[in-house]
């Protein structure tokens, strides 16, 4: 029999049970959304951590950290979580070496500041410490592209700095515009009264613009103030709020060395390390999230498949019943020359079937649901406007019919592999 | 005359709850090529399951059947079908179409079996249908034709593959004397070998220059008119 043939006479047995059809169908659409909706939850999720790591900037970085000698034996991949409880501080000596190795294009250290801080004379809503970051003067240009509003300084010793939008909109509730050229006060303390050693001088700095979080990636959390002026503001404030090393000058947790190009970063990374380093790059970094996400994926996936093994159930005993009800039919197939496979491909295909309409409508109702709910999140959270919760990408949509189709053509392979076998005689004198 | 057919030594046995019923008892029989041939006699006597069994429909417990040179007991299930699709065609006391399909997709169901371009088997059951006098019926479905065209139907369908040998299990038993004198006269116009299974011996006579008479599985008489 030709598959357009078979195919044909299945489309035909489905419609002529319309109603059965459709109930069965509902059970797989339920369960082949619910599937869409879990795993693309993960999907979008993992979408949204990614791209923080996949910024060229990001990914020219290599994070460089130093932990006691022997401290820990034996490991040699770098651990994402692993806070260096025993680490050995890199100093500025350090820094000034590492510049000199090629292809290395600069080295920041990681100053590691925690301030409050207020704008135009108003207080971060949620009065949490903000991480100031140091812009040395090198990266300074390369931070234009990510600009919204406003300009870089031009004087590396001014006392300027660079506010990521998110943490304006989130924190301080204010549109980029509105406030470039105003005053941004730091403190140790959530007021600047309370810090009597610091001079209002010091520790008053410029909005000079605002920078695109989305573009920024990893970083987006940070502001920046010239290299310069960090250093100054972490010795005026003893460190700060640092919450992981004792303060001392001319020594930081860690630093970043930027190479000069992504080709560099491999080589570097292999030098640095057999130079005592702990080094972790974006790739790394990448490479722990997609574990994790994928771990977390296939017990989404787990939670979702269950609605569909349940319609597993359904499927079976819908063919179940098409077989018994079409006893007569089959052997008059097999009578005039059906052979066995032709009599089980058709009914293999309606189950078959039942499961690509079924698949095709549930990815539809899932993709509808993942927006709705990414809809309620918007609405309720402050979740920004541009990050989706969920995600269906085209691996996601093709592996859900796929797997909708195989699911449904094994509840039907039981019932096909009966009708194929009936005796013909047999079937012929069922009434 | 060639033969077409011939049963040798064929026994088929069925376990029917503590007991076996032999429904066909060493029976050796040929069938010419063209002769038109009855079987008659009473119920379970064994005919319709020597008709299976000759159909390749069912197995013999025992014995051998050969038809148009093939050897039924060395074909595999699928060679078995694939020799009731061209080989022989089937005639059934209750039509057995598809209820869901019309009378020209039932004439096109063993040539769509046999995967025949679909052009290519319209035609043909076109012209079947036209040959069993139904051109204008063609796009009824069984329940709206009547026992005598749906018989012809079954007829047209049992031509589909252009098989030598039909098989007419009681052809007329479901159908009144008018419209089964109609069935006969059909069958007989078809110029190949028939073999009809019936209980009915004026048909029988009538139609068949042969009447073979079996009783518990065995043959009681063979008569050749002239």
């Given at each position: 029999m030709r598959p357009a043939d078979a195919l044909g006479m299945s489309a035909g047995n489905l419609g002529r049970r319309k109603g059965r059809t459709a109930l069965t169908l509902v059970g797989v659409?339920?369960?082949?959304?619910?599937?869409?909706?879990?795993?693309?939850?993960?999907?979008?999720?993992?979408?949204?951590?990614?791209?923080?790591?996949?910024?060229?900037?990001?990914?020219?970085?290599?994070?460089?950290?130093?932990?006691?000698?022997?401290?820990?034996?034996?490991?040699?991949?770098?651990?994402?979580?692993?806070?260096?409880?025993?680490?050995?501080?890199?100093?500025?000596?350090?820094?000034?070496?590492l510049r000199k190795l090629p292809g290395v294009a600069h080295v920041v250290p990681d100053i590691n500041l925690f301030l409050s801080m207020e704008i135009d004379g108003e207080a971060d809503s949620e009065e949490e410490f903000i991480p100031i970051g140091g812009l040395p003067p090198e990266e300074i240009e390369g931070m234009r592209k990510y600009l919204l509003a406003g300009d870089l300084w031009t004087d590396p010793n001014e006392r300027a700095v660079l506010i990521p939008s998110r943490l304006l909109q989130v924190r301080f509730e204010k549109r980029p515009q509105d406030i470039v050229g105003k005053k941004v006060v730091f403190s140790r303390a959530f007021t600047s009264d309370d810090d009597p050693q610091l001079t209002p001088e010091q520790v008053t700095f410029r909005v000079a613009g605002v920078l695109d979080t989305e573009k920024l990636g990893i970083k987006a959390r940070q502001l920046f103030v010239p290299m310069?002026?960090?250093?100054?503001?972490?010795?005026?404030?003893?460190?700060?709020?640092?919450?992981?090393?004792?303060y001392k000058k001319g020594s930081y947790l860690s630093a970043e060395v930027k190479t000069k190009d992504m080709n560099s970063v491999e080589e570097l990374k292999r030098q640095l390390g057999n130079s005592g380093y702990q080094v972790l790059t974006s790739a790394d970094i990448l490479g722990t999230v997609r574990t994790i996400f994928l771990v977390i994926e296939g017990f989404m996936a787990c939670i979702g498949a269950i609605g569909l093994v349940v319609s597993i159930f359904g499927i079976a005993n819908t063919m179940a019943m098409a077989v018994l009800e079409r006893t007569r039919e089959i052997g008059i197939m097999k009578a005039i020359g059906a052979r066995n496979g032709d009599v089980r491909v058709v009914f293999l295909l309606e189950a078959a079937a039942i499961g690509l309409i079924g698949g095709i409508v549930g990815l539809g109702a899932g993709a509808i649901g993942g927006v709705a709910l990414d809809a309620v999140a918007h609405g309720l959270t402050d979740v920004p406007d541009d990050v989706r919760l969920f995600h269906v990408s085209p691996l996601l949509a093709a592996g859900a019919v796929l797997f909708s189709i195989f699911v449904s053509a094994l509840a039907g392979f039981v019932p096909a592999m009966r009708a194929s076998r009936m005796d013909p005689v047999t079937a012929l004198r069922y009434e | 005359m060639d033969s077409l057919v011939r049963a040798d030594r064929v026994t088929k046995r069925y376990e029917h709850g503590a007991g076996v019923v032999t429904a066909v008892d060493a029976l050796t029989i040929e069938f010419a090529s063209g002769e038109p041939a009855a079987i008659v006699g009473r119920s379970?006597?064994?005919?319709?399951?020597?008709?299976?069994?000759?159909?390749?429909?069912?197995?013999?417990?025992?014995?051998?059947?050969h038809v148009a040179g093939r050897r039924l007991a060395e074909l595999s299930d699928n060679e078995l079908a694939d020799y009731r699709r061209t080989t022989c065609g089937f005639i059934f006391q209750f039509f057995n179409l598809v209820p869901s399909m019309t009378a020209r997709r039932n004439v096109e169901l063993p040539m769509t079996l046999a995967g025949r371009d679909p052009r290519d088997r319209r035609r043909r059951a076109d012209e079947l249908l036209e040959r069993v006098g139904l051109a204008a019926r063609r796009d009824h479905r069984p329940s709206e034709l009547s026992g005598g065209e749906q018989q012809r139907v079954s007829i047209a369908r049992a031509l589909a593959n252009d098989p030598p040998l039909l098989l007419a299990d009681e052809p007329t038993g479901n159908l009144d004397t008018r419209t089964a004198t109609e069935i006969m006269d059909l069958l007989k116009s078809l110029d190949r070998t028939v073999i009809v299974v019936t209980h009915d011996r004026v048909v029988a006579d009538a139609y068949c220059k042969r009447v073979v008479e079996l009783s518990d599985g065995r043959i009681a008489s063979d008569r050749r008119s002239a």
């Open positions: 659409v339920i369960g082949v959304a619910a599937l869409v909706l879990m795993i693309s939850l993960a999907v979008g999720l993992e979408r949204e951590v990614l791209k923080l790591f996949q910024s060229e900037d990001t990914l020219r970085t290599i994070f460089i950290s130093r932990v006691k000698p022997g401290a820990r034996k034996g490991q040699k991949k770098p651990n994402l979580f692993d806070f260096g409880m025993q680490s050995v501080p890199i100093t500025d000596r350090d820094i000034a070496e310069e002026r960090a250093l100054e503001l972490r010795d005026l404030t003893q460190g700060g709020n640092a919450p992981l090393l004792v | 379970g006597s064994g005919k319709s399951t020597l008709l299976h069994i000759l159909g390749g429909l069912d197995r013999p417990t025992s014995g051998d059947i």
